[in-house]
C-alpha cells in the first residue's frame, strides 16, 4: 500500500532538511538500506536509508527543496498503485497547518510568489511567462533567482547543481566571486549593502551559542606558557617515528586529557537538577567551513596514544571539511579546544559548546622575552584562555585546571611517563 516518505531527523539539532540529491527516480525499486537521497542538515550532508523495500512513486521535495522535520518528500508503494488518494490528503495537510517553508516563499518576487519552488522545478514550463526575456535560456529557481538579483550576480556565471544543471537556491549562496571570470561585469551595487539570507546551520549556531552565552555565567581564566619543551618533544618524537607526523593540536588534545584526568569536575555538565561528572573524556576540536564551524569529537582521549588521537582527529576534520560527519561524530563533546593561532590571533575567549562546562582557546605561538633565573630570554609563548560555566566550575577549581596544563605543556614528560 502506498505510503508517505517522511523527513527524518538526521541529526540531533535538526528541524530542516534540503534535499541535496535524489538517488533513485521515479518508477525505481529499492530495497531496505539502500540509499534514497542525501540530506543537507543544520550541521552536515547526510544519507535517507530505505525503510523498506517498495518503489519509488512520487518525488515531493525536489533536489534543492526543503521540507521540515515530519512533512513528506516523497510517496513510495507497489507498482501500478493509484496516488492520488495520498496527493489529496498531503494537500489537506499543506493547507491546514503554517507552511514550513514560508519564510523562502516571501522571499521570492511577487510576480513569482504563488509559485511552490518545489512544484515550480518539477514543471520548468509554467515559469516562462513569468520570466524576463534575457534569462529565459538559464533554468534557475524563483529563489535562486531573487537572491542572486539581491546580491548583483550574473545567474550566467553560476553553474546549476540541480536537476537538469538547474540554478538552485544554494548554487547562488555557495557561489563565490572570487570564482568569476575576468569578462564578468562590474556589479552596478558594487557598494551597496547585500542582505545574505540564513542558512539552516548559521540559525542553529546562532541558536546554540546565543542559549549557551546567555543562560551559562561564564568566567575567564588566561595564562601564558613556553611551548619550548612541547615543541622539542613533538620534535623528537617525528625524529623517532618518521612515519607518524603529528599534529600540535594532537598533542593538547592529548596533555589536555590528562589534565582532565586529574581534575575531573572541570570534564563536568550542568543538568537542571544536578551535575553531570562525564565518566570519559571526549574533546572536541573547532573546525571552520565555509558557511559555519563545527566541533568534530576525538572520543575518550583518556586511553589513545598521541599517534591515535592524531590519527582520529586527521579524519575527523577531513570529514568535517567535506559535511560528511555523522551526529555521533560531532556530538558529546565533554570538553573543547579552539584553536586561532594560524590565524596569527595572540588570545580571544571562546563560547562554551554544550554539553560540556569549559573551553580551551588557544592562540598563535609568538616568541617573546620572559624571565628565567632572572635572566631575559626569547621563548615560543603561546596565550591559553580557559571559558568556564561558573554552576559547574569554581574559580580556584579552573586555576587548578590551568595550573596542571600549564605545568603539562611546559614538560610533557611530567604528563606521558
Same mark, same amino acid.
Given at each position: 500500500?502506498?505510503?508517505?516518505?517522511?523527513?527524518?531527523?538526521?541529526? !540531533?539539532?535538526?528541524?530542516?532538511?534540503?534535499?541535496?540529491?535524489?538517488?533513485?527516480?521515479?518508477?525505481?525499486?529499492?530495497?531496505?538500506?539502500?540509499?534514497?537521497?542525501? #540530506?543537507?542538515?543544520?550541521? +552536515? +550532508?547526510?544519507?535517507?536509508?530505505? !525503510?523498506?523495500?517498495? $518503489?519509488?512513486?512520487?518525488?515531493? %521535495?525536489?533536489?534543492?527543496?526543503?521540507?521540515?522535520?515530519?512533512?513528506?518528500?516523497?510517496?513510495?508503494?507497489?507498482?501500478?498503485?493509484?496516488?492520488?488518494?495520498?496527493?489529496?490528503?498531503?494537500?489537506?495537510?499543506?493547507?491546514?497547518?503554517?507552511?514550513?517553508?514560508?519564510?523562502?516563499?516571501?522571499?521570492?518576487?511577487?510576480?513569482?510568489?504563488?509559485?511552490?519552488?518545489?512544484?515550480?522545478?518539477?514543471?520548468?514550463?509554467?515559469?516562462?511567462?513569468?520570466?524576463?526575456?534575457?534569462?529565459?535560456?538559464?533554468?534557475?529557481?524563483?529563489?535562486?533567482?531573487?537572491?542572486?538579483?539581491?546580491?548583483?550576480?550574473?545567474?550566467?556565471? $553560476?553553474?546549476?547543481?540541480?536537476?537538469?544543471?538547474?540554478?538552485?537556491?544554494?548554487? %547562488?549562496?555557495?557561489?563565490?566571486?572570487?570564482?568569476?571570470?575576468?569578462?564578468?561585469?562590474?556589479?552596478?551595487?558594487?557598494?551597496?549593502?547585500?542582505?545574505? !539570507?540564513?542558512?539552516?546551520?548559521?540559525?542553529? /549556531?546562532?541558536?546554540?551559542?546565543?542559549?549557551?552565552? =546567555?543562560?551559562?555565567?561564564?568566567? =575567564?581564566?588566561?595564562?601564558? %606558557?613556553?611551548? +619550548?619543551?612541547?615543541?622539542?618533544?613533538?620534535?623528537? =618524537?617525528?625524529?623517532?617515528?618518521?612515519?607518524?607526523?603529528?599534529?600540535?593540536?594532537?598533542?593538547?588534545?592529548?596533555?589536555?586529557?590528562?589534565?582532565?584526568?586529574?581534575?575531573?569536575?572541570?570534564?563536568?555538565?550542568?543538568?537542571?537538577?544536578?551535575?553531570?561528572?562525564?565518566?570519559?573524556?571526549?574533546?572536541?576540536?573547532?573546525?571552520?567551513?565555509?558557511?559555519?564551524?563545527?566541533?568534530?569529537?576525538?572520543?575518550? %582521549?583518556?586511553?589513545?596514544?598521541?599517534?591515535?588521537?592524531?590519527?582520529?582527529?586527521?579524519?575527523? /576534520?577531513?570529514?568535517?571539511?567535506?559535511?560528511?560527519?555523522?551526529?555521533?561524530?560531532?556530538?558529546?563533546?565533554?570538553?573543547?579546544?579552539?584553536?586561532?593561532?594560524?590565524?596569527? $590571533?595572540?588570545?580571544?575567549?571562546?563560547?562554551?559548546?554544550?554539553?560540556?562546562?569549559?573551553?580551551?582557546?588557544?592562540?598563535?605561538?609568538?616568541?617573546?622575552?620572559? #624571565?628565567?633565573?632572572?635572566? $631575559?630570554? /626569547?621563548?615560543?609563548?603561546?596565550?591559553?584562555?580557559?571559558?568556564?560555566?561558573?554552576?559547574?566550575?569554581?574559580?580556584?577549581?579552573?586555576?587548578?585546571?590551568?595550573?596542571?596544563?600549564?605545568?603539562?605543556?611546559?614538560?610533557?614528560?611530567?604528563?606521558?611517563?
Amino acid at each position: 500500500m502506498a505510503d508517505k516518505l517522511l523527513m527524518i531527523a538526521l541529526s !540531533p539539532t535538526m528541524e530542516k532538511g534540503t534535499i541535496h540529491t535524489w538517488h533513485v527516480k521515479e518508477g525505481d525499486a529499492f530495497s531496505t538500506g539502500d540509499i534514497l537521497c542525501d #540530506v543537507e542538515t543544520d550541521k +552536515t +550532508t547526510m544519507e535517507y536509508e530505505s !525503510p523498506e523495500d517498495a $518503489i519509488l512513486l512520487k518525488i515531493l %521535495v525536489n533536489e534543492g527543496g526543503q521540507a521540515s522535520v515530519g512533512d513528506p518528500i516523497a510517496i513510495f508503494g507497489e507498482e501500478g498503485e493509484d496516488i492520488s488518494p495520498l496527493l489529496d490528503e498531503i494537500k489537506k495537510e499543506k493547507s491546514s497547518k503554517p507552511d514550513t517553508n514560508r519564510e523562502e516563499k516571501e522571499k521570492e518576487p511577487a510576480s513569482e510568489k504563488k509559485t511552490d519552488p518545489d512544484i515550480e522545478e518539477e514543471s520548468p514550463e509554467s515559469q516562462k511567462t513569468t520570466q524576463p526575456e534575457a534569462t529565459t535560456r538559464i533554468k534557475a529557481s524563483p529563489l535562486a533567482r531573487k537572491i542572486a538579483e539581491e546580491r548583483g550576480l550574473n545567474l550566467s556565471q $553560476i553553474r546549476g547543481s540541480g536537476p537538469q544543471n538547474r540554478i538552485v537556491k544554494r548554487d %547562488v549562496e555557495n557561489y563565490k566571486p572570487q570564482e568569476k571570470s575576468a569578462i564578468t561585469h562590474a556589479p552596478s551595487s558594487e557598494n551597496s549593502d547585500q542582505r545574505i !539570507p540564513l542558512s539552516e546551520k548559521r540559525q542553529i /549556531i546562532a541558536k546554540r551559542l546565543s542559549e549557551s552565552k =546567555y543562560s551559562a555565567p561564564h568566567f =575567564y581564566l588566561r595564562v601564558q %606558557v613556553d611551548m +619550548t619543551r612541547l615543541m622539542e618533544a613533538r620534535k623528537r =618524537y617525528h625524529e623517532t617515528h618518521p612515519d607518524a607526523k603529528t599534529s600540535l593540536n594532537a598533542w593538547l588534545i592529548k596533555l589536555s586529557s590528562e589534565a582532565l584526568k586529574k581534575h575531573p569536575e572541570v570534564n563536568s555538565g550542568w543538568d537542571t537538577d544536578a551535575l553531570i561528572r562525564f565518566g570519559n573524556v571526549h574533546i572536541g576540536l573547532a573546525v571552520a567551513q565555509e558557511d559555519g564551524l563545527i566541533t568534530p569529537v576525538v572520543k575518550s %582521549v583518556e586511553y589513545k596514544k598521541i599517534a591515535q588521537v592524531d590519527h582520529e582527529l586527521q579524519g575527523l /576534520i577531513e570529514k568535517a571539511k567535506n559535511n560528511k560527519l555523522s551526529p555521533e561524530e560531532y556530538t558529546g563533546a565533554t570538553f573543547t579546544i579552539s584553536n586561532l593561532g594560524a590565524w596569527g $590571533i595572540e588570545e580571544f575567549t571562546a563560547i562554551i559548546n554544550p554539553p560540556g562546562s569549559a573551553i580551551l582557546a588557544l592562540g598563535a605561538i609568538e616568541k617573546k622575552p620572559v #624571565v628565567i633565573n632572572d635572566e $631575559i630570554i /626569547i621563548r615560543p609563548m603561546m596565550s591559553m584562555t580557559l571559558s568556564c560555566d561558573h554552576r559547574v566550575i569554581d574559580g580556584a577549581t579552573g586555576a587548578d585546571f590551568m595550573k596542571t596544563l600549564k605545568a603539562y605543556i611546559d614538560d610533557p614528560a611530567l604528563a606521558l611517563t
